[in-house]
C-alpha cells in the first residue's frame, strides 16, 4: 500500500461529517466537480493578475492563488465521496470527473506559467510545462489502461499529491518572502552563482513534480506491458 492509499482512510473520516451534510442538502457529485474547475479558474486568474499588476518580487499572489489550489483540491476529494455515500455514482459522473479534473489542472499550470514568464521565470516554466505533460500523461495513461482492463494506480506522483506539493510549496513561499524577503539568494562561497533564492521554494517543487510525474507515466507504462505479456 503507497502512502496516498495510506492517508485516504484518516482524510475520509475527517471529511465524513461535510460529505453527509452536502448529500442531505442535495448537492450533486457533479455540482462539487464543477466548483472545483470554477476555484481552480479563479487561482489561474490570480496568477494572471500577479503577472500583470504585481512587481517581480511580490510573492503574495502566490501565495493566494496556492491557498485556492488546495482549496479546490478539497471538492476534487468531495465529489467522489458523495457519489459513492449518496449512491449517486453514475459512469457519465466518473467521466465527467475525469474531464473537469484535467480542465482543471491545465488551468493551474497555465496560470503558473504565465506568472512565471511575465516575471523572467524563463527555466522555472519550461519546468511548469513539463509538469503539466507529466500530469496529464499519468492520467491518460491510467484511463487508457482501465480502458484495456488494466488496473493501473502505481506511481507515486498521482493527482492529490501533485495538488498538495505545488499548494503547500507556494503558501510557503510567500510567507518566507515577508520573512527574509523577496529577493534572498543563497550563495555558497565554493559556488561561483547563486543556487537558490526565496521563488525556489516555489519552484523547485515543481521541477520535482514535473521529474516524478513523468517517471510515474512511464513507470504506469510499464506496468501495463508487463500485464499485458
Known amino acids: ?27 450533486t457529485p457533479n455540482v462539487i466537480t464543477t466548483i472545483g474547475l470554477i476555484i481552480n479558474v479563479l487561482a489561474a486568474v ?20 496556492s491557498a485556492l489550489i488546495l482549496f479546490a483540491g478539497l471538492f476534487d476529494i468531495l465529489d467522489g465521496q458523495v457519489a459513492r455515500e449518496g449512491k449517486m455514482k453514475t459512469t457519465f ?10 480542465y482543471s489542472e491545465l488551468v493551474m499550470f497555465l496560470g503558473i506559467c504565465y506568472y512565471l514568464v511575465a516575471h523572467g521565470y524563463f ?12 500530469s496529464v ?20 506522483m498521482q493527482r492529490p499529491a501533485r495538488i498538495i506539493i505545488i499548494g503547500v510549496s507556494g503558501i510557503i ?10 529577493d534572498y539568494k543563497l550563495i555558497l562561497p565554493f559556488f561561483p ?9 516555489f519552484v523547485i517543487p515543481i521541477a ?22
Open 1 to 27: 500500500m503507497n502512502l496516498q492509499e495510506r492517508v485516504k482512510p484518516p482524510v475520509y473520516k475527517l471529511l465524513m461529517p461535510l460529505v453527509r451534510l452536502l448529500i442531505r442538502l442535495g448537492v
Open 46 to 65: 490570480v496568477f494572471v493578475f500577479g503577472a500583470e499588476r504585481a512587481n517581480r518580487g511580490e510573492f503574495a499572489f502566490i501565495g493566494w492563488a
Open 93 to 102: 459522473g466518473a467521466i465527467y470527473d475525469s474531464v473537469l479534473d484535467r
Open 123 to 134: 527555466l522555472s516554466s519550461l519546468f511548469a510545462f513539463i509538469a503539466m505533460i507529466g
Open 137 to 156: 500523461m499519468v492520467s491518460y495513461t491510467r484511463a487508457r489502461a482501465e480502458g484495456a482492463g488494466i488496473q493501473c494506480n502505481t506511481g507515486l
Open 173 to 182: 513561499c510567500a510567507i518566507a518572502a515577508e520573512i527574509i524577503g523577496s
Open 193 to 201: 552563482r547563486r543556487i537558490a533564492e526565496t521563488i525556489s521554494i
Open 208 to 229: 520535482v513534480v514535473a521529474v516524478l510525474s513523468n517517471i510515474t507515466a512511464i513507470g504506469r507504462l510499464r506496468h501495463c506491458r508487463k500485464q499485458l505479456l
